[in-house]
């Protein structure tokens, strides 16, 4: 379908695509839909006039803050409404927005003329992913954008980047066959990371005079200047770490259990030389279980001496504490700032720990289709990130930093000069979004 098309034209073909969507969606339906019924909403008394936003993950609700926070401050009678497929995500977002309703879904379309009728939006914005249906791990259906649009409001994907990823479900796929054009051409504007990930857009079927090459948001996200202690989740736990002199290593989103345990035998080897180090390792996916056992066979294999924080009060991390492990949601950019030195996990964010000014490591072997990567690649090519294949070598590089304070402060100047060069997106995108956010408003 052209964008040359009348726009009475486009609107008929997409009902009729539309319906017969939503029948296969009822056939789906009946035989056990995984998507349906999955709605956590409160309904308020009466209708909300509202801003939907959708991101993918608390990093990315962390790397737009700078923006949506300016959004909002603009256009104060709307109601945030936070949209997630994530429900353990709920209580990290509302500590960040407490006054922003939180939505749970799966992407049914019902789920999404239940939220357009309790929360009629005005204005969505989408944070990064999906640029188009199921490209990405995580679902936003093109029914939200549907009924934004039936509701007359304004769509706006902002930070945009692009997976490459195979539909996860036969429904998924379908969805993406009949709608991904649709689902583009459903944005008033679009702010994408590169000139790549525009292109592919208007490969697509992007509307070109909408579309813009912003940057990247996280760039101007990691900047902390108002950051304290006081104002996180465990001042007196993270006080206490900061004020102390022994190093600390905070080694954020390790995923695989392999990198893990090549964290933990680095660690060993840095405690041989500073036994009173601390290790704070903040594992993927805490709510596991399974996942969570198998880190505590870690630790006891080593001999570790650890505490998990979900089973502590807010106080200062005992001397003889070796490992603390920050099996909580939404703690983790806070204990950055108490680091000596961070390690990242592969295919994570490496710029909230910068943004403390802290060095990062990182395990060699991300893979080149995550919105991570950009980022990743831009602080390889500038010697901004440290990175090592084996445990050995990340003790050494830990060491190297810790026991030579004129290298430490070098690297620190030199991450300082990198990043801010890479800043200015948030103005870029506000730029964009004038003509419906304006600053006088």
């Known amino acids: 379908m052209s964008t040359s098309q009348s726009p009475s034209k486009i609107q008929l073909v997409t009902r009729v695509k539309w319906g017969l969507f939503r029948l296969l969606e009822h ?63 709920r209580d990290s977002y509302l500590a960040r927005y407490p006054s922003a309703e939180v939505c749970v879904t799966l992407g049914h379309s019902a789920d999404a003329t239940a939220l357009a009728l309790h929360y009629p939006p005005k204005l969505v914005v989408v944070a990064e ?75 697509a079927g992007a509307d070109a005079s909408r579309v813009v090459v912003t940057g990247n948001i996280k760039f101007d996200a990691m900047q902390q200047p108002d950051w304290s202690a006081a104002k996180a989740r465990s001042p007196a736990m993270l006080g206490a770490l900061i004020d102390s002199v022994r190093p600390v290593i905070v080694a954020g989103c390790i995923t695989h259990f392999a990198e893990q345990e090549m964290v933990l035998d680095a660690f ?5 030389r500073h036994r009173d180090a601390l290790l704070v390792l903040a594992p993927r996916h805490p709510e596991v279980r399974e996942r969570m056992q198998v880190l505590r066979n870690y630790l006891e294999q080593r001999s570790l001496p650890a505490v998990f924080r979900s089973a502590l009060a807010d106080a200062p991390i005992a001397a003889q504490t070796a490992c603390l492990v920050l099996d909580t949601m939404g703690e983790l950019r806070d204990f950055y700032a108490a680091a000596t030195i961070a390690h990242v996990g ?61 290298y430490y402060r070098e690297h620190i100047n030199a991450i300082d000069e990198t990043l801010t060069l890479a800043r200015g997106s948030v103005a870029r995108h506000l730029d964009l979004l004038a003509p419906w956010v304006p600053k006088d408003r």
């Open 268 to 272: 060993l080897s840095l405690r041989a």
């Open 129 to 203: 992913i999906p640029c188009w249906p199921s490209d990405a791990p995580c679902r936003f259906s093109f029914a939200f954008l549907l009924q934004a649009k039936k509701a007359g409001a304004v769509n706006v994907l902002v930070n945009g980047w692009l997976y490459h990823y195979t539909p996860a479900s036969r429904m998924d796929a379908i969805e993406r066959r009949l709608f991904k054009r649709e689902y583009l051409c459903a944005f008033d504007a679009i702010g994408a990371q590169t000139e790549e990930t525009r292109q592919h857009l208007l490969t």
């Open 346 to 406: 592969v295919d994570h964010n490496v710029l909230e720990p910068l943004g403390f000014k802290k060095p990062v490591t990182v395990k060699r072997g991300w893979n080149t289709t995550y919105p991570s990567y950009p980022v990743y690649r831009l602080l390889m090519d500038s010697q901004t990130l440290i990175e090592v294949t084996t445990g050995d070598e990340l003790s050494e590089r830990w060491l190297d930093l810790i026991d030579n304070a004129t």
């Open 27 to 89: 056939l789906s339906d009946l035989r056990g839909n995984s998507t349906a019924g999955h709605l956590e909403l409160d309904r308020p008394e009466r209708p909300l006039q509202s801003l939907w936003v959708f991101v993918s993950t608390i990093g990315e609700l962390s790397a737009i803050d700078p923006l949506l926070r300016e959004i909002a401050a603009r256009l104060p009678q709307l109601k945030l409404v936070l949209i997630t497929d994530h429900p353990h995500y």
